[in-house]
């Protein structure tokens, strides 16, 4: 780590509120160049309040920002990208049937003498930047020609297409492959030789652990703590973050498993998958891991009716069900809470109450009109048994936080009271605090006997969670673990497809 004694960039006293509450509370933050400084701190913690007033679309009210020790304002996003801040979003909006180069510099494109876009310059620029971050791509080709990695890459370098001194990466890696994370930390390092202080964001402890220097803990809008990387462990992060223990996170308990709830017997599909037979039984959590692209998500949303099979067969309990719409499928019991909630598990616009009692409808309506008061009850209910923190029922559920959005899916589907729950990434992009609270309900769940199948992408929380786990790799089931073979090492050889895992069962 570079030894440098003066940040490049501070926060003193920061302070923001909003109507009915304050969203930072006197917090403070030091960046420091050639070094990655992480911020952690639960959802609501005050993190992406935080980068909005860095990146000025939000202004703060009390407090100062010092850049190379002079206090400073940033009014408008314009003004901090000239004071040199950027920032690399998990989302970034790309343009299709725009060229790499005019992505990159879209809104701020070279000119020349007479004013209009000088595209020679913008070419020659783009192409200094991408090979900046090593990569060889083509600035005249149109983005719709690109991969998806490719246009990561593309994002990154319309980050830097300003002169950045402080770059911040906000969930940087949620949707990457393990190869183009692998690609990211090698950024990351060329960016720290170049002098550059990093923000960087993440739920992902290992990503922390990985590549920072610093921490930060934000908890509640407040400022926790801060210190290195090296004096600092991650059962104290927990800690400082959550105020509960690293052990807390994976609340399994002893599963009583009982008869058979699910059974599927050769589902293929013509591209996604192929000969799919798996039995899920009551009060189990069945576990389904793979690298992206398996088709884990593809059999799930098979099962709901999203999509239909070409062939197969599938019991629920005991009776043979042909499952061709979602709402066959809640009538058959089987329930699927997606991966992307924003898009596909939550209405934007409507309140809270009204998102739980969507599929409920039935219950909280009498001669064909809705009944308000049972909708909030039952919105109620199952909203609480999930701790869902909120200003109330009535708000928008487009304003809550990753994890209470992600609460408020689990409680919609919940409320049909379902036989078998499908969870799809269910702690995706939420924060520690939040993943505790799913997981505990999981194994609630269980307990009572619902049957459970959580499709994850993360080995400790299919570890933690899954009485058995099974492995999926290029549409397959590649192998089955149960007790003693679940390891990290066997999941991995099975997802990669290599042979001799042990105690497995390889399909």
Known sequence: MQAQTSPVLSLRGIVKTFPGVRALDGVQMDLYPGQVTALVGENGAGKSTIVKILTGIYQPDEGLIEVDGTETRFPTAQAAGQAGVTAIHQETVLFDELSVAENIFIGHAPRNRFGLIDRRAMRSRAREILRGIGAELNPGVKLRDLGIASK???????????????????????????????????????????????????????????????????????????????????????????????????????????????????????????????????????????????????????????????????????????????SQAVDAGIVYVPEDRGRQGTVKGLPIFQNVTLPSLDRTSRAGFLRMAEEFALAREYTRRLDLRAASLDQDVGLLSGGNQQKVVIAKWLATKPRIIILDEPTKGIDIGSKAAVHDFMSELAAEGLAVIMVSSEIPEVLGMSDRVIVMREGRIAAEFEDGAMTPENLVRAAVGIAGSENGAAA
Not at 224 to 239: H, I, K, Q, S
Not at 249 to 273: D, M, N, Q, S
Not at 288 to 313: D, H, N, W
């Open 152 to 326: 990561h890459l593309v994002a990154i370098a319309r980050a830097l297409s300003i002169d950045a001194r402080v770059v911040i990466m906000d969930e940087p890696t949620a949707a990457l492959s393990h190869k183009e994370i692998a690609e990211l930390y090698e950024l990351v390092e060329k960016l720290k030789a170049q002098g550059k202080a990093i923000l960087f964001i993440s739920h992902k402890f290992d990503e922390i652990f990985r590549i920072a220097d610093r921490w930060t803990v934000f908890r509640d809008g407040q400022f926790v703590g801060e210190g290195l990387m090296a004096e600092t462990n991650e059962a104290d992060l927990v800690r400082m973050m959550v105020g509960r223990s690293v052990d807390q996170i994976y609340p399994k308990r002893p599963a009583r498993i009982g008869k058979p709830a699910l059974t599927v017997a050769g589902y293929c599909h013509p591209t996604e998958f192929d000969e799919i037979s798996f039995t899920l039984h009551e009060g189990e959590i069945l576990g389904f891991y793979g690298l992206v692209g398996a088709g884990r998500s593809e059999v799930m949303q098979s099962l709901f009716g999203i999509t239909q099979p070409s062939k197969g067969a599938c019991r629920v309990g005991g009776d043979v069900r042909v499952i061709r719409s979602t």
